[in-house]
């Protein structure tokens, strides 16, 4: 069997290469003429799995992609081609909640707010979602929900609209990119959204760029009345609108899902459903494809207000080192694709094992890994 791959999957040669020959590629530049032999294609969100990219496959019967979002693949079209399809729903959900919960306690620290009993508005309620809600909740913000297809479809949580979703503290994006149908996400966040808005909200896109009207937005932060900005996705990637960056508190380049644990989720998630699709059983365990954590045990004495906090998620990740890396490190398309591709090694909180009282239950909530105080 022939297996194209994308070159930033981890671990994947020693998951997929029990199945075949494998040809490792740069994904966004997969031209339709290498798929001529392939039987299965393994791919990252930059591969637009189309037409044009399909025109040459006629052996191709297996597609995955090691990634939350899908609207980089054309569904329909592989169904009607008899391509089976996987993707990996949830795989960097801590990844994503972590991201953004870093995000909030620089932005907290930067304009001196406390973030127990601010308000934080989640539009899209899925697996992202409600890691952030989580974990806002652990860190005591007022949650409210926005997930009109949720809703409609009777999912328990109570939801409020878009419009109420808006006027909180800090709005928080996690929808898929959709164009069409009742609830499509096209610039959600257009120039009527951001007029309600003032300058006093955060406003976080860890989700897809085009989410965000980026014009209307760079008009908004031109204004005398300028949001408070977390952008890790952009339209347009990777030729983003560069005069965008320095109007924001905090930008990235679409890492808030790096993780090493997300991505090596993503890649196992798809050698599951490639294993099930071969009629055959899992043979790898997951855990074992991961190095050890670098952090020893820690042990936390007292239950921890904002500011330990702080300190101890910074202490496995604090989203300013990719901040910096992206301010000093972009200035063309080229750079963004680079940024991503050497993204230094970032682990997930509960890679730090914490000893820690009665009274720091919270630490748990957050996913640290607890054990109990000797
Ligand atoms: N920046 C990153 O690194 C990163 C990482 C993971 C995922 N993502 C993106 O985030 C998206 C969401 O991820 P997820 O795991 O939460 O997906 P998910 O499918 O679990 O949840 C998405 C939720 O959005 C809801 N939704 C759809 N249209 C909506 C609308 N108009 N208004 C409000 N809610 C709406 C859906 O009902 C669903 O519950 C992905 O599709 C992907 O594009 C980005
Ligand atoms: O959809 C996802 O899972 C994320 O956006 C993912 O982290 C994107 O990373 P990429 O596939 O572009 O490397």
């Known amino acids: 069997m022939n297996i194209i791959i994308d070159e930033n999957m981890p671990v994947a040669e020693c998951l997929f290469s029990p199945f075949g020959h494998l040809t490792r ?18 791919v990252r ?23 939350i979002g899908t609207d ?9 081609r008899g391509i089976a399809f996987a993707n990996a729903p949830g795989c960097n959900k801590i990844s994503v909640g972590e991201y953004v919960i870093s995000a909030l306690l620089v932005l907290a620290e930067r304009h001196q707010l406390h973030l127990a009993g601010m308000t934080l508005g989640v539009i899209g309620a899925g697996n992202t979602g409600t890691a952030v809600a989580e974990r806002a909740r652990a860190l005591g913000m007022q ?43 096209w610039h959600l966040l257009d120039e009527a959204a951001l007029a309600v808005l003032d300058g006093e909200q955060i406003l976080i896109n860890a989700c897809r760029g085009d989410v965000w009207d980026n014009r209307a937005l760079l008009a908004r932060q031109l204004s005398p009345d300028p949001l408070r900005l977390v952008m890790d996705v952009w339209e347009h990637e990777p030729a983003l609108l560069t005069e965008l960056v320095p109007h924001t508190e905090l930008a990235t380049p679409h890492i808030a899902g790096y993780s090493l ?20 059983a899992v043979s790898q365990a997951f855990t074992p494809l991961l190095p050890p954590p670098a952090f020893g045990q820690l042990a936390v004495q007292q239950a921890p207000d904002q500011d330990l906090l702080k300190r101890l998620i910074h202490l496995v990740y604090d989203v300013r080192r990719d901040d910096a890396l992206f301010r000093h490190g972009f200035a063309e398309p080229a750079d963004f694709d680079r940024l991503r591709k050497h993204y230094p090694e970032r682990r997930e909180w509960s890679s730090l094992r914490l000893t820690a009282q009665a009274g720091c239950e919270q630490l748990a909530a957050l996913g640290f890994t607890l054990a109990a105080h000797p």
Request: a negative charge; charged letters at 20%.
């Open 261 to 280: 644990e997300g991505k090596v989720r993503g890649t196992y998630q798809v050698y599951e459903a490639f294993c099930a699709w071969q009629g055959l």
């Open 25 to 42: 590629l740069p994904g966004r530049q997969i031209q339709a003429d290498q798929l001529a032999e392939a039987d299965a294609l393994l």
């Open 72 to 80: 980089h693949v054309d569904q329909a079209l592989l169904a009607q």
């Open 45 to 67: 969100s930059v591969t637009r799995v189309d037409e044009r990219l399909l025109s040459q496959a006629p052996r191709l019967k297996f597609v995955g992609s090691a990634t």
């Open 143 to 185: 949650v409210c929900l926005c997930d009109p297809p949720l809703a409609d479809a009777g999912d328990p949580r109570e939801f409020v609209p878009y419009e109420v979703a808006l006027c909180s503290d800090v709005v928080s994006f996690h929808v898929p990119l959709t164009h069409e149908g009742p609830y499509a996400t």
